[in-house]
Nanobody, 123 residues
């Protein structure tokens, strides 16, 4: 499966962005999908993930209540709606896919990776 992330950009603090992860080459139904981010000088971290089977979701603590992950299997796309953005959300965001059950959100669990999309939160 090939993944294409898009939707990043420059936004002011408190603003919103919606990231999209479009898949080709395979249906996303069978994959758990995760959004990860990597800020300069920091390790890549799991932001939000959604399972393949029952749509169980996970959010890292700093984004709970602000970010929402969703999947549209008909469009073969997973979204990350990001609201109330903060400067500390600035990073390159990646989407990735994993096989298997559950809603793991560690980078090492993911096999297929898209290219990143840059999110910059600044006034």
């Amino acid at each position: 499966v090939q993944l294409q992330a898009s939707g990043g950009g420059l936004v002011q603090p408190g603003g919103s962005l919606r990231l999209s992860c479009a898949a080709s080459g395979s249906t996303l139904d069978f994959y758990g999908i995760g959004w990860f981010r990597q800020a300069p000088g920091k390790e890549r971290e799991g932001v939000s993930c959604i399972s393949s089977r029952d749509g169980t979701t996970y959010y890292t603590a700093p984004v709970k209540g602000r970010f929402t992950i969703s999947r549209d299997n008909a469009k073969n796309t997973v979204y990350l709606q990001m609201n109330s953005l903060k400067p500390e959300d600035t990073a390159v965001y990646y989407c990735a896919a994993r096989t298997g059950w559950g809603v793991g959100c560690h980078p090492y669990e993911y096999i297929y990776w898209g290219q990143g999309t840059l999110v910059t939160v600044s006034s």
